[in-house]
Nanobody, 118 residues
Framework: QVQLVESGGGLVQAGGFLRLSCAAS????????MGWYRQTPGKERELVAT???????NYADSVKGRFTISRDNAKNTVYLQMNSLKPEDTAVYVC????????????WGQGTQVTVSS
């Protein structure tokens, strides 16, 4: 089994910044990709950013130029640096990982709340 533990959410004013972290632990051979989604009430879960084990990244158009995803493969940890935050970035940010351990499994964290005040 694999656990994802997020940290770094909170309340920030518009224009501010936050850094999210997500650490994976458990039975892990390798992690193909890690990333972040976000969810707000009444809306579908939205992809924010992903990063593969080779460092390839993908971002939602709404966060390009403001958010940066990175990972530490040795620590099985992914980070999301969020700059120039806007009120519309307010959401629960959920970490995910594609983990190889005999098969490829998709895992989700519990989520961390990010609130951006205007």
């Amino acid at each position: 089994q694999v656990q994802l533990v997020e940290s770094g959410g909170g309340l920030v004013q518009a224009g501010g910044f936050l850094r999210l972290s997500c650490a994976a632990s458990g039975t892990i051979f390798s992690i193909k990709a890690m990333g972040w989604y976000r969810q707000t009430p009444g809306k579908e879960r939205e992809l924010v950013a992903t990063i593969t084990d080779t460092g390839s990244t993908n971002y939602a158009d709404s966060v390009k130029g403001r958010f940066t995803i990175s990972r530490d493969n040795a620590k099985n940890t992914v980070y999301l640096q969020m700059n120039s935050l806007k009120p519309e970035d307010t959401a629960v940010y959920v970490c995910h990982a594609l983990v190889v351990h005999g098969y490829v499994g998709r895992y989700w964290g519990q989520g961390t709340q990010v609130t951006v005040s205007s």
